[in-house]
């Protein structure tokens, strides 16, 4: 499986600095989150720029307002079309919130037959990734919240998924077979991975209470192959350059050293 660095683990750095760590600590790319950076323009240039330095593997489409951008379905659409001209393979977006503000949106997402074929139009695959429950709220302000009813919207509007193991931590649910009901839908084409415990997301493996190497063990077990994106809080990482690298090499070895196959530990021996 390939190994990506989202830019969201260290989204207070320049985006060059963050592809520059990403090459220099081995991993195979990178997930590009869109951002205020990108007000005003198509975000063309700057991702043309960026993949000089290191791969674009997946690029999520902005959760929150970005000027210039327009509406969430207008945010998803540029988000697909940038994905298009600059090659890259996939899109993740967020469902929309039954909150109340985000009705347009998921009406009109309702409405599409095949994400695949009428937004992705087979050059990109179009993801949708599963959300966390709000410690505040005390549930999940988002549609599609539970693995069944996202399994349903999935096959009936051949939508493929990006699954989140913090998010899925926060639903006090059982991890590892909710994980496998989305898994085995055959849509899951990317994971977003971190911990989750006592009410915070995206920390580092260890700093919470999933069980993450017995679930590297089985995406390793099961043959997954696509990406394993590395999504933390920037506060789980140090401040200073140095430290910021030794930590994703530290990180990096982890995951290969846990989703390698027997086959590949004696390969890399040889």
Not at 96 to 118: C, H, M, R, S
Not at 128 to 137: G, V
Not at 156 to 162: A, E, F, G, K
């Amino acid at each position: 499986m390939k190994l990506i660095l989202s830019t969201g683990s260290l989204y207070t750095l320049p985006l060059p600095d963050v592809f520059a760590l990403a090459r220099e600590t081995g991993y195979d790319g990178v997930e590009i989150i869109i951002n205020h950076q990108f007000a005003f323009h198509d975000g063309i240039d700057l991702l043309d720029a960026l993949r000089r330095i290191h791969p674009i593997n997946s690029i999520h489409a902005p959760f929150f307002q970005i000027d210039g951008w327009g509406d969430k379905i207008e945010q998803l659409r540029r988000t697909i079309r940038l994905a298009t001209a600059c090659e890259v393979p996939l899109v993740t977006f967020h469902p929309p919130t039954w909150l109340g503000v985000e009705f347009k949106f998921w009406n009109w997402l309702k409405k599409i037959a095949d994400f695949q074929q009428e937004l992705g139009q087979g050059k990109v695959m179009v993801t949708i990734e599963n959300m966390p429950l709000d410690p505040n709220l005390k549930l999940n302000p988002y549609r599609l919240a539970k693995p069944l009813k996202i399994i349903e919207f999935l096959q009936r509007h051949n939508l493929l998924l990006t699954f989140d193991t913090a998010h899925m931590g926060s639903m006090k649910a059982n991890f590892l077979h909710d994980f496998h009901l989305l898994y085995d839908t055959g849509r899951m084409r990317s994971i977003h991975f971190s911990d989750y415990g006592h009410g915070r997301e995206h920390l580092l493996p260890g700093h919470g209470v999933l069980p993450l190497t017995r679930f590297l063990h089985h995406l390793r077990e099961t043959g997954y192959h696509e990406g394993l994106v590395l999504e933390l809080s920037p506060e789980e990482l140090p401040e200073e350059r140095d430290l910021i690298r030794s930590s994703l090499l530290q990180l990096h070895d982890y995951l290969a050293t846990e989703t390698r196959t027997p086959q590949q530990i004696a390969a890399a021996t040889l």
